[in-house]
């Protein structure tokens, strides 16, 4: 045991009885008396009672805490009733208002719900991803986009002749819009989170590469079987294909150069950052596209001379 008295030694090191501690306080030492005062001792109060309660407030912090350190932990639902509760429930845009409380929806947030509620049904009807592993889940997804898409498709197509457009046209504008729109939405909850802005980016691109390698090269070469099975050629006109595919390259390029700029320490990263670059690297994007949109419609029609 150490000293009590800093600098001195005390007899309490070789000797020391604990039976001294109760008897008469006045055969004490100074010493024992502080040692004694040290003592764990029994109150008035020798019993304690806990009753463990469970906080929904508290419950509902922890939740909104993991879905903001991990999403592809808390993203994903256990049964159909859960879905459609979901579904026809309006939710806020935010999970809270900074101080711990939950925010109520807004006007916006009314109108947007009933604006989307037939989607949002309309998509309670997909498996819970706690059936068969999520996999009824993804599968039946798969297929709803695969029929949204061709719907989107016809009515982007009757849209674009109905006002005069040319398909290649409607092609690049209006059908590209409706099928790519999911994927900016994809993007901007990885950009948001995600730590990196690989998740957000790699969404685009893979996707790109899924239109590019499957969309294209499956349907293509159940076409070339087909006419091959009935002994007719399989032929297809380019039309403008190679014109507005230079195009898109030549601003893909440009793009890329955009990026890389954006990972130099000064301007803050890929995504966001300072505002005097986040802005002006989202209008620059903006403009390349309707610069895309613009010269190849104006070389679909006569315009400008294409190859």
């Excluded at 600098?7 to 006045?26: A, N, Q, R, T, V």
């Excluded at 994903?76 to 845009?93: C, K, L, N, P």
Aim: include cysteine.
């Amino acid at each position: 045991m150490c000293s009590l008295i800093p600098g001195k030694s005390s007899h309490l090191d070789k000797e020391f009885d604990p039976k001294i501690l109760s008897g008469d306080p006045d055969l004490l030492t100074e010493e024992q008396r502080i040692a004694a005062l040290g003592r764990p001792r029994l109150g008035d109060i020798v019993k304690i009672r806990v009753t463990i309660r469970e906080s929904m407030e508290f419950k509902s912090t922890v939740d909104k805490l993991l879905k903001k350190a991990n999403l592809s932990l808390v993203v994903g639902t256990s049964s159909w009733r859960e879905q459609f509760v979901d579904a026809i429930s309006v939710s806020s845009g935010e999970d809270d208002n900074g101080d711990g409380e939950e925010k109520l929806p807004s006007c916006t947030d009314y109108v947007m719900h009933f604006l989307t509620i037939f989607w949002k049904v309309l998509f309670a009807f997909v498996p819970p991803t706690d059936y068969w592993g999520g996999w009824a889940c993804f599968a039946v997804s798969i297929f709803m986009i695969g029929v949204l898409t061709a719907i989107i498709n016809d009515l982007a197509s009757h849209f674009g002749c109905t006002i005069g457009l040319k398909d290649s046209v409607t092609a690049i504008s209006f059908v590209a819009l409706g099928t790519s729109i999911p994927d900016t939405f994809a993007s901007k909850v990885a950009a948001v989170g995600d730590k990196y802005a690989d998740s957000s980016i790699g969404n685009v691109t893979g996707s790109n590469a899924v239109n590019v390698f499957l969309g294209i090269g499956i349907a293509w070469t159940i076409a070339a079987v087909y006419h091959a099975a009935k002994g007719d050629p399989f032929k297809v006109d380019p039309g403008s294909l190679g014109f507005s595919v230079t195009i898109y390259c030549i601003f893909a390029l440009v793009a890329i150069a955009l990026l890389m700029i954006r990972r130099r320490p000064f301007a803050g990263g890929e995504l966001g950052g300072p505002t005097k670059w986040k802005i002006p690297t989202s209008i620059m994007l903006f403009l390349l596209w309707v610069l895309y949109l613009l010269i190849s419609a104006l070389e679909s029609y006569c315009h400008i001379t294409g190859f």
